[in-house]
């Protein structure tokens, strides 16, 4: 499992990513007890796209719903959000957070990179409101929405190293 700070390949994208852009899909899961959203994805071209909210507090249910979602999209490389103080400092959510991403890694046998969540859920609130989601039809969504900005965030950052390392040669 590698955050986002994560050695880079020469290219200037991690290399999980790497791995992923040649084989497309990645899905990312925002972290939560009782809800986990997930967001699906192609490096390739960079854009995210809500995928589901999983409701399960228990870990057999939580694992087979995001079974079904690894058998149906094929990932090359999931990516779980990170939850931090503002402070860059973590807390409880953040150990369950890593916790559940070694599990993934473990279980699906695929690479995992850790993305720092800071504001996804206020960001996903946004995002709604400006779609004209009503208040009380955000709850479902939610979280698969901030899987998408935390998605959105590991391709934009990404998209920066690759730059970044092209304008260096």
């Known amino acids: 499992m590698r955050e ?3 050695p ?3 290219s200037g994208a991690p290399r999980a990513a790497q791995r992923a852009a040649q084989a497309g ?3 990312a899961f925002d972290f939560g007890e009782q809800r986990i959203g997930a967001a699906v994805g ?4 960079g854009i995210a796209h809500p995928l589901t909210t999983i409701l399960a507090a228990d870990k057999k249910t939580r694992y087979a719903a995001i079974a079904g979602l690894i058998d149906e999209w094929r990932p090359a490389l999931l990516v779980v959000g990170l939850p931090l103080h503002m402070d860059g400092t973590e807390h409880e959510v953040s150990r369950l957070a890593r916790k559940f991403a070694r ?3 473990g279980r699906f046998e695929l690479p995992v990179e850790l993305v720092d969540e800071r504001l996804s859920s206020d960001a996903a609130e946004m995002s709604l409101a400006e779609a004209g989601v009503a208040g009380h039809k955000r709850k479902p969504v939610i979280d698969q929405v901030a899987a ?4 959105q965030a590991y391709f934009d950052e990404c998209a920066r190293r690759i730059h970044m390392a092209q304008s260096q040669q």
């Open 148 to 151: 998408l900005h935390i998605l």
């Open 42 to 45: 192609d490096l390739s071209i």
């Open 4 to 6: 986002l700070h994560a």
């Open 25 to 27: 899909t990645i899905i």
């Open 103 to 105: 599990e993934l890694g």
């Open 8 to 10: 880079l390949h020469p």
